[in-house]
T-cell receptor, first 112, second 116 residues
């Protein structure tokens, strides 16, 4: 089955800096890669996703890149703000209806 | 409309007891997923329903775990003879059934299960 590795496990940045979180996956059939943000004690919420026919996608301060050859994808957050502090999870799936395999998460701490 | 809801929000039980966890998906969503999230980990897949049937139950850890969705809406996750290792947050998610599309999974707030 699919295996998703996520790094780093924790990331501390100063407000205004950029943050990058990286994930690798094992199943070459995977073709949908969402990123979820989970604040303490809250439910995971989708922040951005990318499909395998696209190499990069941007939404305001967040962007995701995908390298299918290398089987890795990354989340980029620019101009970080304290409210970006949360745990971020990457995930992968091989079809639109299938289950998601999640990474272990990255705790992002943005200091004012 | 309302999002995915789960009850109870917290459940404390004793080892060996039986528990039921309930999930109300977003109205009209035909796909429903159960995940388990242990402290410091990502959600781990348990079972996936498409309508009333379990399309994939490969994530259920053993036969103490069972889930139903008799009318294609509300789902109940049932755990028999609970063990301390079952302690975790149980998350439910639902998504719409749009053929050919990649459908966002909307998560509920979870049920925190503690087995003493």
């Amino acid at each position: 089955g699919e295996n998703v590795e996520q790094h780093p496990s924790t990331l501390s940045v100063q407000e205004g800096d950029s943050a990058v979180i990286k994930c690798t996956y094992s199943d070459s059939a995977s073709n949908y890669f969402p990123w979820y943000k989970q604040e303490l004690g809250k439910r995971p919420q989708l922040i951005i996703d990318i499909r395998s026919n696209v190499g990069e996608k941007k939404d305001q301060r967040i962007a995701v890149t995908l390298n299918k050859t290398a089987k890795h994808f990354s989340l980029h957050i620019t101009e970080t703000q304290p409210e970006d502090s949360a745990v971020y999870f990457c995930a992968a799936t091989a079809s639109g209806y299938s289950t998601l395999t999640f990474g272990k998460g990255t705790m992002l701490l943005v200091s004012p | 409309g309302a999002g995915v809801s789960q009850t109870p929000s917290n459940k404390v039980t004793e080892k060996g007891k039986y528990v039921e966890l309930r999930c109300d998906p977003i109205s009209g969503h035909t796909a429903l997923y159960w995940y388990r999230q242990s402290l410091g980990q990502g959600p781990e897949f348990l079972i996936y329903f498409q309508g009333t049937g379990a399309a994939d139950d490969s994530g259920l850890p053993n036969d103490r775990f069972f889930a139903v969705r008799p009318e294609g809406s509300v789902s109940t996750l049932k755990i028999q003879r609970t063990e301390r290792g079952d302690s975790a947050v149980y998350l439910c998610a639902s998504s719409s059934d749009l053929s050919g599309a990649y459908n966002e999974q909307f998560f509920g707030p979870g049920t925190r299960l503690t087995v003493l």
